[in-house]
């Protein structure tokens, strides 16, 4: 039986259970941003998710036209800005240390934060059009998750490339590269996640669970310390310079940066 748990216009997500799958809409139109509010509603969902024995996958997606832009700049504010990563990092180790499949359905931008959201995520289907990228730098920041956790996806050095220059790709180049598992047209994204849900449905939700474990034994050990190093040299080191806030302040007020190299 559907169960839909949050659909309120006020709610920036939809939960609807529909065992064994779960599924979760990023709702904050028109680029379904990441703010705080959000990040909680997604925390609250996972937790809940996670207690439900009988739900042995999870399916994110976004609203409208794209999957998400990724974490609200104005959350990166001094004020802001350590709430913020407390918050979207834990989303993101919940989904990490999930015992469900985790599957992303990418469509539109899939940026920053937002692009963290999906890369972290088991199985991920993009539609070929899709816009992916860690733009993060255009601001004088960088992407903490992807810091962690991209090379191990794509390699070092593609992991650079994508942090350091914010270069956009699409869904194709996205799953050439390992970021993706598969890119497809859009009409074909449908039917290729629920393809995956039939398949996944005729297992064992322990078998699954377990067997995942295990997929991650290796990763699993570096990656909490990798991100708690990426957070702290994010908030001691990177924040304190004057370029940091520089980059926040211009994209707030609409204007080109002026870097002081400080």
Known sequence: MTQMLIQSAQARIALDLN????????????????????????????????????????VISGEGSNFSAGVDVAAHTPDKIEEMLAQFHAVIRVLV????????SVHGHCLGGGAELAMVCDLVYTTDSAQWGFPEIKLACYPPVACAALAALVGQKRAAELILTGRTVSGIEAADMGLATRALPANQIASAVDDC??????????????????????????????????????????????????????????????????
């Open 19 to 58: 065992p064994p799958v779960a599924r979760i809409v990023l709702r904050h139109p028109p680029l379904n941003v990441i703010d705080i509010p959000m990040m909680k509603e997604l925390s609250q969902a996972l937790v809940l998710i996670e207690s439900r024995p009988d739900i042995s996958v999870i």
């Open 97 to 104: 240390a999930s015992k469900k499949v985790t599957i992303a």
């Open 197 to 262: 849900l039939r398949r996944l449905k005729e297992f064992s939700g322990a078998a699954l669970a377990t067997t995942k474990k295990a997929i991650y034994a290796w990763d699993s050990m570096h990656f909490d310390k990798g991100l708690a190093r990426a957070e702290k040299i994010y908030l001691e080191e990177l924040m304190a310079t004057a370029d940091a806030q520089e980059g926040v302040r211009a994209f707030l007020e609409r204007r080109p940066p002026t870097w002081t190299g400080k």
